[in-house]
């Protein structure tokens, strides 16, 4: 093809190239390389001027080195050459790619770039760690692309442009990488981004910006409403939406046109990425400019296809009937075997026309089915396990594991709607009933006036409230994450008393142990346990917009060597709670560690029975008589505790001379415990023994004593619960 004309800037735009994306699956691992590939091979093939990225070149922030390799590959054999850059650079870009040695790479003596790549980061690939740094910061300082558009200081920004000439043409080229949407939205909101211009002849110059942020609303603050950018402004390169849209868009309001190229690998089975991947050439002449659509002919075929079941006419009636799991399946093949012949025609009409079809090899497509299928009342669509429906397609499609996806309909009105009209909180009557102060209103009193119209199925509407107030009262964050995770867990254990269980037995239990909780809430004898977490300092190089919130972390938080991972869902009241007793234990290593003591340093067990006053909520773990003996050999010195219950390990014991001849030979207990197998009342038992703190367990140097009764070395436990509390054995 004939070179760019001596006026004309040529632009090759693409976007989200997403470089190492699932590079671990046997079928699709190599698409995104490819497609990369594609797009460079493109630029080379139609000589233009420069390559325009708007971010995600790579998928991850840390890229494997096969995904860096691949990248660095196709930039070497793209982009290095003996033809002159025509560009001029008019700016001062010392600045901007001060980390690359303060000027383009085109510029740089050592090394012969013919296609320049200007390139600003998206969110996949962004700076993080010591020195801000990401995988682009290794392609720029090798000469491989020019990266642009950082954002040292989030909350105030200036974008300044890079100013380049050819001919008579100048374009000013902006960049604006990934920044969190809420917090770009309001840093734009409280005018804290500026643009710079050039000085002289502002008309002439073509101003282009690279973007890379959410361009819908999903929610009220989270995208880059277009008219916050500026109207001096040509075109804008709009990135990070993968759909193609690459027909340039005018801003009627702004004056300027937004085209966005979308990616060029599928990330997700989503209507938005089935459509045709294309890349485009901008040739940018004075003021005006032309796009060249062009499709990518490498990426995977994708169909995607959305059914109901009971608008088919083979599924007329089908609801009606008993099961019919048999005929809805072999339906649903049908209509994938024709998606599968869809994506191979489409991706045949897509390759050079003289090729012939029967020496091509069509690549596995991509297939997603979604399927509603709701019946009409009195009936029932019965389908098959969505991944045991895929794997019927192996081999055809490549992407065996979720070809299929079922959902039902969803109704007209949605329950928080619903909820919204159907509940009024009168705030003139709340005033009233709390004497018309504002301030003796508690927040767990307006979440029970609000829930008690607006009735909870699984969770006690007053413990949500208890930790409302918690959350808001005492700033506990995770009050009620914490109130959630422990009420299911409390149903979970209610529901493993039933050996069958089935919908109408669950939604009972659900219900009564429902109630049951909102009573125990409602005496008070219970209440949403606080986690009391001690933080650790704050790394001095932690970004909490980039990182998240330190406190959230888990590397963050200080265990307490005493916290018991095993608790009970709640927590006693404060009045019913009893501290829990201490025990105190002499132990004297002057004698030989196999030696054995004939009395205790501690006072006998009877009095610290699990059925006496009950200490913070912990379930009774073992019940126990009075009239039960045991004998726990105990040594003279303690040693020295280890630091945490969940690291011990079963201490090694050598066998020791017997001091009466009644004794029985330790090893024989010791492999009867290794490998015996455990029932289920010594399993729960054992949970009991070494996650309750309500029992206190002997240390690692302590001995238990052998039954003296017993001849053999057989382990005998207890009728109730099979293991003593206190580590040791019952006398028979």
């Not at 001596?6 to 995104?32: K, M, W």
């Not at 990426?299 to 809805?328: D, G």
């Amino acid at each position: 093809m004939a070179p760019a004309a001596a006026d004309t800037i040529r632009v090759l735009i693409a976007t989200d190239s997403h470089v190492g994306y699932n590079e671990r699956d046997p079928i699709r691992g190599n698409d995104s390389a490819q497609s990369f590939d594609e797009v460079m091979r493109i630029a080379k093939d139609r000589d233009v001027d420069m390559v325009l990225l708007s971010g995600d070149l790579f998928h991850d922030n840390k890229p494997s080195r096969k995904a860096l390799y691949d990248v660095m590959k196709s930039l070497r054999q793209n982009c290095y050459g003996d033809k002159p850059c025509e560009l001029e650079v008019l700016s001062d870009t010392s600045a901007e790619f001060q980390m690359a040695g303060g000027h383009v790479n085109y510029e740089d003596p050592d090394i012969n770039v013919a296609i320049p790549v200007f390139s600003i980061h998206g969110n996949h690939d962004d700076p993080s760690g010591e020195g801000r740094l990401c995988a682009l910061d290794i392609l720029s300082i090798a000469g491989l692309i020019n990266y642009y558009g950082r954002t040292p200081e989030n909350d105030n920004i200036t974008i300044s442009p890079i100013l380049l000439q050819k001919g008579r043409t100048k374009l000013a080229l902006y960049g604006l990488s990934n920044v969190r949407d809420e917090r770009l939205f309001r840093t734009f909101r409280d005018g804290k981004v500026t643009f710079l211009r050039p000085d002289l002849k502002q008309k002439e110059w073509f101003n282009l910006i690279s973007v890379h942020q959410n361009h819908t609303g999903h929610t009220e603050t989270g995208y880059l409403p277009e008219n916050f950018l500026q109207d001096f402004l040509d075109l804008v390169i709009w990135g990070h939406e993968h759909e193609c849209l690459i027909d340039p868009r005018v801003n009627s309001e702004m004056g300027f046109s937004v085209i966005q190229p979308g990616s060029s690998v599928a990330t997700s089975l989503c209507p938005g990425e089935a459509v045709p991947k294309h890349c485009g050439i901008l040739a940018i002449t004075g003021r005006e400019f032309t796009l060249e659509k062009i499709r990518l002919k490498t990426v995977r075929p994708f169909v995607f296809k959305e059914i109901v079941l009971a608008e088919e006419k083979e599924m007329k009636n089908v609801w009606k009937k008993i099961n019919n799991r048999t005929q809805i399946t072999q339906f649903l093949c049908r209509v994938v075997d024709e998606l599968i012949e869809e994506a191979k025609r489409d991706w045949l009409e897509t390759q050079e026309e003289g090729e012939e079809e029967e020496e091509m090899e069509v690549p596995l497509p991509l297939i997603r089915l979604r399927v509603e299928y709701s019946s009409p009342e009195g009936g029932k669509f019965e389908t098959e396990n969505p991944q045991r429906f895929s794997n019927r397609f192996v081999g055809k499609v490549a992407n065996v594991n979720d070809v299929i996806q079922f959902h039902r309909k969803k109704s007209g009105t949605s329950r928080r709607s619903r909820v919204a009209e159907d509940i009024d909180i009168s705030e003139s009557a709340l005033l009233a009933e709390y004497g018309g102060d504002i301030e003796n209103i508690k927040v767990e009193n307006l979440v029970k006036e609000f829930l008690d119209k607006a009735t909870l199925e699984i969770l006690p509407s007053n413990g949500l409230g208890d930790a409302v107030g918690q959350f808001v009262d005492k700033d506990d964050r995770h009050a009620v994450e914490t109130f959630v995770e422990e009420s299911l867990k409390a149903y979970i254990n209610k529901m493993k008393e039933f050996e069958e269980l089935n919908d109408e037995k669950i939604a009972e239990v659900v219900t009564e142990h429902k109630s049951y909780l909102e009573d125990l809430f409602e005496k008070g004898l219970v209440r949403t346990k606080t986690r009391n977490k001690k933080i650790k300092e704050k790394p001095d190089n932690w970004d909490s917009d980039i990182d998240g919130t330190w406190s959230d972390q888990p590397a963050a938080q200080i265990h307490d060597a005493d916290e018991d991972p095993a608790s009970n869902d709640y927590e006693a009241s404060d009045t019913n709670h009893t501290p829990r007793p201490t025990t105190t234990r002499g132990r004297g290593r002057g004698r030989a560690r196999g030696a054995r003591a004939t009395t205790s340093t501690r006072k006998p067990p009877a009095p610290k029975k699990t059925s006496a006053a009950p200490a913070r909520g912990r379930k009774k773990v073992v019940e126990e008589s009075e009239e039960d003996e045991m004998d726990v050999d105990v040594e003279s010195e303690p040693p020295p505790l280890p630091p945490s219950r969940s690291t011990r390990k079963a201490p090694v014991r050598k066998p020791a001379p017997a001091p009466a001849p009644a004794a029985t030979p330790r090893g024989g207990r010791q492999t009867q415990l290794a490998f015996a197998p455990q029932s289920q009342g010594e399993s729960q038992a054992s949970n009991a023994l070494f996650h309750r703190n309500v029992v206190t367990i002997p240390s690692d140097d302590e001995d238990i004593e052998e039954d003296e009764s017993e001849g053999s070395d057989e382990f005998v436990p207890l009728g109730s619960q099979n293991v003593h509390p206190w580590g040791g054995r019952r006398r028979r």
